[in-house]
C-alpha cells in the first residue's frame, strides 16, 4: 500500500527562500510542490499553516557506537586527538559504556539525532561496524563511502590505505571521508600535504576538523574541491580552539556541520548550531548568517557526501522532512534558536516518524506503534521505543541512568 500525505499551506524552503505552498507527498517521494494542491484519493491531508518545511537535517560527522554520556575531561587541553581518545579509554565512562549492547548504542545515537530534526547521519567507521545497524534505525545512515581514519602517525586502520580507498571513491562516485588534522601537533600540520602526496585530496574528498590551517591549506582544500566538516563543540572541548571557519567560508570552502562523538561533542545538532553561532561572533565579531548555518545541515552536506540534487525539496526525491513550529516571521530561517519543543514533526522516507502529539491520527493512518514523551511539558509521539532503550541501559549498568539527549523518562 503507498500512503499520500498532503501538506498544506506550509512555509516550505526551496531556492534558498521561504515561501507558502503545498507539498504532496506519496510512498517514499516527494511528489509536487505547488500552490493550492487538491489531494488525491486516500491523501491524509495536513495544515501547516504558520509553519516552516525544510529538509531534513544532515548531522555529517558522528561515531554512533559512542552516543553516551556524561562528556569526558574538557579542563586538560590537548594536542592530538590521540591523547584525548587514551583519557577517555581509561575512564570509567568508557567502561561503563563498554557494558552495553552495540544495537543499544546504535539505537540511543539514532534517536538523539531524530529528537534534533536529523534524518540522515554521516556514521564514521568501518563498514563491517556499521553494516548490521542500516536500514533499521529511526534515521537513515549515510551507507556509501570509502575512509580512512586520519592522516598521519597515529592513524587507526581503517579501510585499505588513503590511496586505495580515495581511486575506489573516484571510481564508484562516493565520497572518501577522513579525520584531518584533528590536533595542533606537528603532525596535524602536515597532515593535509600528506594527503596530497597520497594523491587522496580531491572532489571526493570529506575532511573533518582541519584545526590548525591557514590561507595556504585552505586555498589548496578549494582548488582540489574538497569538503570540510566543522565540529566545534568537540573542537573546544578537546583542544581549546576550533578551525578557522570564516577563512573557509569566505574562500568557498563547502563546509558542513557534525556534532563528533559525545565523549567530546554536542549534545545534540541543535546545541552544535547554538554553539556554531555563539563561537563565530565571539571569534569574529560578526554574524554567522542563519542561512549559511541552513546550508551546513542540509545543502552542503548532500553536496558532500553526493546525496544528489543539493535542493533536497525537490519532486522525485526522498521526503525526508523538518517541520517547525517556531515564533519567526514565515518567511525568517532561525536555526540557532531550535528548540526541542520547536521540532513539530520529522518525516523519513515518507513516514512519520517524531513529532508533536496532533499528529496522532498521522501516526495511526500508517499505522505505527508510537511511545508518549515530553520535552519541557511539550507532548511528543515517537516511533519505536527509546524509554525501553534507557531501561535497557540501566539493566545493563545497574542503576538508573539518564542522558541528555533524551527526556528522563
Known amino acids: 500500500?503507498?500512503?499520500?500525505?498532503?501538506?498544506?499551506?506550509?512555509?516550505?524552503?526551496?531556492?534558498?527562500?521561504?515561501?507558502?505552498?503545498?507539498?504532496?507527498?506519496?510512498?517514499?517521494?516527494?511528489?509536487?510542490?505547488?500552490?493550492?494542491?487538491?489531494?488525491?484519493?486516500g491523501s491524509f491531508t495536513i495544515s501547516l499553516k504558520g509553519k516552516k518545511v525544510?529538509?531534513?537535517?544532515?548531522?555529517?560527522?558522528?561515531?554512533?557506537?559512542?552516543?553516551?554520556?556524561?562528556?569526558?575531561?574538557?579542563?586538560?587541553?590537548?594536542?592530538?586527538?590521540?591523547?584525548?581518545?587514551?583519557?577517555?579509554?581509561?575512564?570509567g565512562v568508557f567502561a561503563e559504556r563498554q557494558q552495553i549492547d552495540?544495537?543499544?548504542?546504535?539505537?540511543?545515537?539514532?534517536?538523539?539525532?531524530?529528537?534534533?530534526?536529523?534524518?540522515?547521519?554521516?556514521?564514521?567507521i568501518p563498514h563491517y561496524i556499521q553494516n548490521p545497524f542500516r536500514g533499521i534505525l529511526p534515521v537513515k545512515l549515510i551507507s556509501d563511502y570509502t575512509l580512512a581514519h586520519s592522516i598521519g602517525n597515529y592513524s587507526l586502520g581503517?579501510?585499505?590505505?588513503?590511496?586505495?580507498?580515495?581511486?575506489?571513491?573516484?571510481?564508484a562516485g562516493l565520497p572518501f571521508v577522513t579525520h584531518l588534522a584533528e590536533g595542533l601537533d606537528d603532525d596535524s600540520k602536515q597532515s593535509l600535504r600528506l594527503l596530497e602526496k597520497m594523491d587522496a585530496l580531491g572532489g571526493h574528498s570529506v575532511?573533518?576538523?582541519?584545526?590548525?590551517?591557514?590561507?595556504?591549506?585552505?586555498?589548496?582544500i578549494l582548488e582540489k574541491g574538497a569538503s570540510v566538516v566543522w565540529c566545534p563543540t568537540s573542537n573546544l572541548h578537546i583542544f581549546g580552539k576550533t578551525t578557522n571557519i570564516k577563512l573557509f567560508l569566505d574562500m568557498g570552502v563547502n563546509v558542513c556541520l557534525g556534532t563528533d562523538y559525545s565523549p567530546s561533542g554536542a549534545v545534540n545538532l541543535l546545541e552544535e548550531l547554538k554553539t556554531a553561532k555563539s563561537i563565530y561572533f565571539g571569534l569574529y565579531g560578526e554574524e554567522l548568517p542563519e542561512t549559511t548555518l541552513l546550508k551546513m545541515v542540509t545543502e552542503n552536506p548532500r553536496k558532500a557526501f553526493r546525496l544528489g540534487n543539493p535542493d533536497a525539496l525537490m519532486p522525485g526525491l526522498s521526503a525526508d522532512l523538518l517541520i517547525i513550529n517556531d515564533d519567526k516571521k514565515a518567511t525568517e530561517v532561525n536555526l540557532s534558536d531550535l528548540s526541542f519543543q520547536q521540532i513539530d514533526l520529522v518525516v523519513v522516507d515518507g513516514y512519520p516518524i517524531y513529532g508533536s502529539?496532533?499528529?496522532?491520527?498521522?501516526?495511526?493512518h500508517f499505522g505505527l506503534e508510537t511511545e508518549e514523551l515530553s520535552f519541557s511539558g511539550k507532548k511528543k509521539l515517537v516511533a519505536g521505543s527509546p524509554k525501553k532503550l534507557l531501561k535497557q541501559v540501566s539493566d545493563s549498568v545497574g542503576y538508573k541512568k539518564s542522558l541528555a539527549f533524551l527526556p528522563n523518562f
Not at 62 to 89: I, M, R
Not at 102 to 124: M, S
Not at 161 to 170: D, I, N, S, V
Not at 207 to 220: D, I, N, R, S, T
Request: with cysteine; glycine share 8%.
Open 1 to 41: 500500500m503507498t500512503y499520500s500525505i498532503l501538506f498544506q499551506s506550509g512555509s516550505v524552503h526551496r531556492n534558498g527562500k521561504l515561501e507558502t505552498n503545498d507539498l504532496l507527498v506519496e510512498g517514499e517521494k516527494i511528489s509536487r510542490i505547488e500552490t493550492n494542491l487538491s489531494p488525491n484519493n
Open 54 to 91: 525544510y529538509p531534513g537535517f544532515v548531522n555529517s560527522h558522528d561515531h554512533l557506537l559512542a552516543s553516551y554520556l556524561p562528556k569526558v575531561g574538557g579542563n586538560e587541553k590537548h594536542k592530538s586527538w590521540l591523547s584525548y581518545d587514551n583519557l577517555y579509554k581509561s575512564s
Open 102 to 124: 552495540p544495537e543499544i548504542l546504535y539505537y540511543l545515537g539514532a534517536y538523539k539525532n531524530l529528537f534534533a530534526g536529523v534524518t540522515t547521519v554521516f556514521d564514521h
Open 158 to 171: 581503517w579501510g585499505e590505505g588513503p590511496a586505495l580507498e580515495y581511486r575506489m571513491a573516484e571510481h
Open 207 to 220: 575532511l573533518v576538523h582541519c584545526l590548525p590551517f591557514g590561507p595556504k591549506e585552505v586555498e589548496k
Open 357 to 364: 502529539e496532533e499528529y496522532r491520527s498521522l501516526f495511526l
